[in-house]
């Protein structure tokens, strides 16, 4: 089963616009990451915040989440062609016999336009 | 270069073979993880390693077999019970040591069975 529920499933946007993406999970988490993934290629690590973190930044990202919603978005501001790509969120279990589990998400497919 | 090889990057398999797709890290992680992901769908958890000789079963771990034996290696063998091995396989590992950190990707092993 899927831990994370990313919404949109597909978005399609101009450069220089912001792209925001949605996370919703189900279980209590001990913090939520963020990752891309270019076609056919592994993920990379854009950000983790932790459980009892409200808001955390890197460079043009900003990332929010909401424990009491069980939801989180990830904002990427004055977007480039070079944004293009698929993003994940990922939740880490916080205990229990799903100790150390990542969960990933079904991801969102976005398209920066030049 | 410090990270996490995965080998072979194509695999072809015949019906009914066992197949053992590799992974190695030398991050000096504890914790190493296997997933699968199918064309335009997320990431799904086969199984996941927290320790030397310990490996618990993620959510899709039927027709999936995995070892634990050496720190930096985590290889996945697909069975013949797998009946639909078909995939693009992605190996992570991750600090580990008592949460669940960023976790650092292979390039990825495209299964095929012809």
């Known amino acids: 089963s899927q831990q994370g529920e990313e919404d949109p499933q597909a978005l399609s946007i101009q450069e220089g616009e912001n792209a925001t993406m949605n996370c919703s999970y189900k279980t209590s988490i001990n913090n939520l990451q963020w990752y891309r993934q270019n076609s056919g290629r592994g993920l990379v690590h854009l950000i983790l915040?932790?459980?009892?973190?409200r808001e955390k930044h890197s460079g043009r990202l900003r990332v929010t989440l909401d424990t009491s919603k069980k939801s989180s978005s990830l904002l990427i501001t004055a977007s480039r062609a070079a944004d293009t790509a698929s993003y994940f969120c990922?939740?880490?279990?916080?205990?229990?016999?799903?100790?150390?589990?990542?969960?990933f998400g079904q991801g969102t497919i976005l398209t920066v336009h030049p | 270069d410090g990270g996490i090889t995965q080998s072979p990057k194509y695999l072809f398999r015949k019906e009914g073979q066992n197949v053992t797709l590799s992974c190695e890290q030398n991050l000096n992680h504890d914790a190493m993880y296997w997933y699968r992901q199918d064309p335009g769908q997320g990431l799904r958890l086969i199984y996941y390693s927290q320790i030397v000789n310990d490996f618990q079963k993620g959510d899709i771990a039927e027709g999936y077999s995995v070892s634990r034996e050496k720190k930096e290696s985590f290889p996945l063998t697909v069975t013949s019970a797998q009946k639909n091995p078909t995939a693009f396989y992605l190996c992570a590992s991750s600090l580990g040591q008592g949460t669940t950190t960023e976790a650092f990707f292979g390039q990825g092993t495209r299964l095929t069975v012809v």
């Open positions: 990922a939740t880490g279990d916080s205990g229990g016999t799903s100790y150390g589990k990542l969960t």
């Open positions: 915040i932790r459980s009892n973190e």
